[in-house]
Nanobody, 125 residues
């Protein structure tokens, strides 16, 4: 089985930074892809970033490109989302996801096999 545990959320002022962590446990196939989704009240769930286990092919939603960076620590089986220059519109619950493959973020596909419980990120003006 796969477990995904997010941490690192919190409240920051606009322009600040946060780093989210996703500690993953489980087989390598099911965690081949790790990624982040977010959902704000009244808005559709949005894919934020994805990355493969070897660090290959990191991808980002246009809304966060240039501000966020996804990375992985293979030894710890942990994914990170470094969020810089945060904006109020980044406020959302952020979920870690895993699966055998990373879907194109523009496809809108969210059928990943495993989801974490989420961590709240709040950005104030």
């Amino acid at each position: 089985q796969v477990q995904l545990v997010e941490s690192g959320g919190g409240s920051v002022q606009a322009g600040g930074s946060l780093r989210l962590s996703c500690a993953a446990s489980g087989d390598s196939v099911s965690t081949n892809c790790l990624g982040w989704f977010r959902q704000a009240p009244g808005k559709e769930r949005e894919g934020v970033a994805t990355i493969y286990s070897n660090g290959y092919f990191p991808r980002y939603a246009d809304s966060v490109k240039g501000r966020f960076a996804i990375s992985r620590n293979s030894a710890k089986n942990t994914a990170y989302l470094q969020m810089n220059n945060l904006k109020p519109e980044d406020t959302a619950i952020y979920y870690c996801v895993s699966g055998d493959r990373c879907w194109d973020l523009e496809s809108g596909r969210d059928d990943y096999a495993y989801w974490g419980q989420g961590t709240q990120v709040t950005v104030s003006s």
